[in-house]
């Protein structure tokens, strides 16, 4: 039986920790000088994923812990080794930028670890989970852009999902989801509305890497819970999908960095922060409602995805249309 109040003290203690080394963060100042591609127009502190990602290796082991008897679906030693891994890496890259490919093989690494740490399973689903993860951790990673926007994106989608999770696995999901959760919420007050600080690659990438991890703990709940972790992040993942596509046709570079993403013309065509975060948090419980509905059975799953891509859809028409009333170069 979950001890309710000693783990809601442990998230206010989770959230506290993070705020404290956040603050901690801008102190040290080690600057995101900005580039073309950037939403802002002076240097602002980076490494805020610093605070957020300690305080949540820090306390979910806690987490499981105090919320009682969690059966034995994932092994949290192993996952916090694979993020102290991607972390480590993030952090000397938010420090002075590294190719490509040494991103990549962190973050396939840290997936291949995290992948162990499940119940045995097929190759193929092994291959697929690898996969699944390093997407994951570059969607979020693309579009950590703009104060608060995955930020708050995936602080929805982990305060969902104890409503989301399937019984079977639901013990494991709530505590990884409530803690991150928790950290998350100790760095959104000092990123929006203003930027007082970035979380940079080590937030971004780790924040992807913890969605994608619950994501395949979902999807082990059977029935429809693979559905709900895509569902809930399909706005990002969309965004990343159309503007990849667009700039492949193009012929232009999928892996250098642009300002080119849905959110940043929208930006440029002179939406504020303030309307497209909230904007994304409004896309991420969308899709938590289409997974509450499939859940419940009274959407199948094809259903949940068509009114899910019908939204991104608009979305996509409507900036289209706005960047011909206010032009904004090149995407």
Same mark, same amino acid.
């Given at each position: 039986?979950?001890?309710?109040?000693?783990?809601?003290?442990?998230?206010?203690?989770?959230?506290?920790?993070?705020?404290?080394?956040?603050?901690?963060?801008?102190?040290?100042?080690?600057?995101?000088?900005?580039?073309?591609?950037?939403?802002?127009?002076?240097?602002?502190?980076?490494?805020?994923?610093?605070?957020?990602?300690?305080?949540?290796?820090?306390?979910?082991?806690?987490?499981?812990?105090?919320?009682?008897?969690?059966?034995?679906?994932?092994?949290?030693?192993?996952?916090?080794?694979?993020?102290?891994?991607?972390?480590?890496?993030?952090?000397?890259?938010?420090?002075?930028?590294?190719?490509?490919?040494?991103?990549?093989?962190?973050?396939?690494?840290?997936?291949?670890?995290?992948?162990?740490?499940?119940?045995?399973?097929?190759?193929?689903?092994?291959?697929?989970?690898?996969?699944?993860?390093?997407?994951?951790?570059?969607?979020?990673?693309?579009?950590?852009?703009?104060?608060?926007?995955?930020?708050?994106?995936?602080?929805?989608?982990?305060?969902?999902?104890?409503?989301?999770?399937?019984?079977?696995?639901?013990?494991?999901?709530?505590?990884?989801?409530?803690?991150?959760?928790?950290?998350?919420?100790?760095?959104?007050?000092?990123?929006?509305?203003?930027?007082?600080?970035?979380?940079?690659?080590?937030?971004?990438? @780790?924040?992807?890497?913890?969605? $994608?991890? +619950?994501?395949? &703990? /979902?999807? #082990? =709940?059977?029935?429809?819970? %693979? *559905?709900?972790?895509?569902?809930?992040?399909?706005?990002?993942?969309?965004?990343?999908?159309?503007?990849?596509?667009?700039?492949?046709?193009?012929?232009?570079?999928?892996?250098?960095?642009?300002?080119?993403?849905?959110?940043?013309?929208?930006?440029?065509?002179?939406?504020?922060?303030?309307?497209?975060?909230?904007?994304?948090? @409004?896309?991420?419980?969308?899709? $938590?409602? +289409?997974?509450? &509905? /499939?859940? #419940? =059975?009274?959407?199948?799953? %094809? *259903?949940?995805?068509?009114?899910?891509?019908?939204?991104?859809?608009?979305?996509?028409?409507?900036?289209?249309?706005?960047?011909?009333?206010?032009?904004?170069?090149?995407?």
């Amino acid at each position: 039986m979950p001890r309710l109040l000693p783990f809601a003290a442990l998230m206010v203690a989770i959230a506290a920790v993070s705020m404290l080394l956040v603050r901690a963060m801008i102190r040290v100042r080690v600057l995101d000088h900005p580039v073309a591609r950037s939403a802002h127009s002076t240097p602002v502190p980076t490494g805020g994923g610093i605070g957020i990602m300690a305080a949540f290796m820090a306390g979910m082991p806690v987490a499981r812990a105090t919320w009682g008897d969690v059966p034995d679906h994932f092994m949290g030693a192993g996952f916090i080794g694979a993020l102290a891994l991607l972390c480590a890496v993030s952090w000397y890259d938010d420090l002075r930028s590294r190719p490509v490919a040494v991103k990549l093989l962190a973050q396939f690494a840290a997936a291949i670890m995290i992948v162990a740490c499940l119940p045995p399973i097929t190759p193929l689903r092994a291959i697929g989970g690898i996969v699944w993860l390093v997407f994951m951790s570059n969607c979020v990673n693309f579009m950590d852009g703009m104060n608060g926007l995955v930020s708050g994106t995936s602080l929805c989608a982990c305060l969902m999902l104890p409503w989301l999770a399937p019984a079977p696995v639901a013990a494991t999901v709530i505590p990884i989801a409530a803690s991150m959760a928790a950290a998350i919420a100790g760095f959104v007050p000092f990123n929006f509305p203003r930027a007082r600080i970035f979380m940079g690659d080590v937030g971004s990438q @780790g924040c992807g890497m913890v969605l $994608g991890t +619950l994501g395949l &703990l /979902l999807a #082990r =709940g059977g029935d429809t819970g %693979w *559905a709900v972790m895509p569902l809930l992040v399909s706005g990002l993942a969309c965004d990343v999908a159309f503007t990849l596509l667009r700039r492949w046709r193009a012929g232009e570079s999928i892996v250098t960095a642009h300002r080119g993403h849905l959110y940043q013309v929208a930006h440029r065509s002179g939406l504020p922060c303030t309307l497209l975060a909230p904007l994304a948090w @409004g896309m991420c419980l969308w899709g $938590g409602v +289409l997974a509450w &509905l /499939l859940r #419940r =059975g009274e959407i199948p799953p %094809w *259903a949940a995805f068509v009114l899910a891509a019908g939204m991104q859809a608009a979305w996509a028409a409507y900036v289209r249309h706005r960047v011909r009333a206010h032009p904004v170069g090149r995407w």
